[in-house]
């Protein structure tokens, strides 16, 4: 069993090869790929987290298309005093299938 823990986006998310994980929005190359920074690499028994052997590691995912996220609302309100405005916010989103971990 294989699988990665990849930074992308300020978080971090454990994928596989086949993992198809939302991502915020990535700009592809022209083939459609990505590369993924990996930050810990748990390959059965041996798990690699030193920065050196990392380096050497790529993690490449396909990317599937670029969607929205759901609408969030935001509203502010103060008693007695008139004021209330109202936000609204969808996050960019893209979508990827991981190809590879090598």
Same mark, same amino acid.
């Given at each position: 069993?294989?699988? +990665?823990?990849?930074?992308? *986006? ?17 700009? /592809?190359?022209?083939?459609? =790929?990505?590369?993924? +920074? ?9 798990? !690699?987290?030193?920065?050196? /052997?990392? +380096?050497?590691?790529?993690?490449? +995912?396909?990317?599937? *298309?670029?969607?929205? *996220? ?5 509203? =502010?309100?103060? =008693?007695? !005093? ?5 936000? *609204?916010?969808?996050?960019?989103? !893209?979508?990827?299938?991981? !190809?590879?971990?090598?």
């Amino acid at each position: 069993m294989v699988y +990665a823990v990849v930074r992308a *986006g300020g978080r971090q998310e454990k994928v596989e090869v086949g993992t198809v994980v939302v991502l915020d929005r990535i700009s /592809a190359d022209k083939n459609g =790929n990505i590369e993924l +920074a990996p930050v810990l690499l748990v390959d059965g028994d041996t798990i !690699t987290h030193d920065a050196k /052997a990392l +380096a050497k590691i790529t993690v490449t +995912a396909e990317v599937l *298309g670029d969607e929205r *996220g759901p609408k969030i609302v935001i509203q =502010n309100y103060k =008693n007695k !005093t008139g004021y209330k405005r109202r936000m *609204g916010h969808r996050s960019e989103l !893209t979508r990827v299938k991981i !190809t590879s971990i090598k």
